[in-house]
């Protein structure tokens, strides 16, 4: 009795798990930022690559007059080693009116 009790109960949960299985589709997680990314431009988690441009015409990877990007400038050692490289003279005149960019940019 026992075992044709099992074996009904066997038969009645495989029959009624049949009857809701669904095919899983995996849909991967876009990554900000990334080429896959299907977000607008307006996200809070997309990061932009911004230039700040100086009066002189000077580019700059970050506007170290604004808190978050000395704080990225910082964390950066290219862009710092590319300020300790750099000859251009407009920095120095940017710098002497008050506007300080980080990470100069190369044309």
Do not use: C, H
């Not at 932009?48 to 170290?64: A, F, I, M, R, V």
């Amino acid at each position: 009795m026992k075992k044709l009790l099992f074996i009904g109960l066997f038969v009645l949960f495989i029959g009624s798990s049949a009857g809701y299985s669904q095919d899983i589709t995996w849909n991967p997680i876009p990554i900000p930022g990334s080429s896959q990314s299907q977000e607008d431009d307006y996200s809070p988690y997309r990061q932009k690559q911004s230039t700040y441009k100086s009066s002189t015409g000077t580019q700059y990877q970050y506007d170290l007059n604004n808190p978050a990007d000395r704080v990225k400038y910082n964390a950066d050692p290219a862009a710092q080693l590319r300020d300790r490289l750099n000859t251009n003279p407009n920095v120095k005149i940017d710098q002497s009116v008050g506007q300080y960019g980080g990470g100069v940019k190369q044309d």
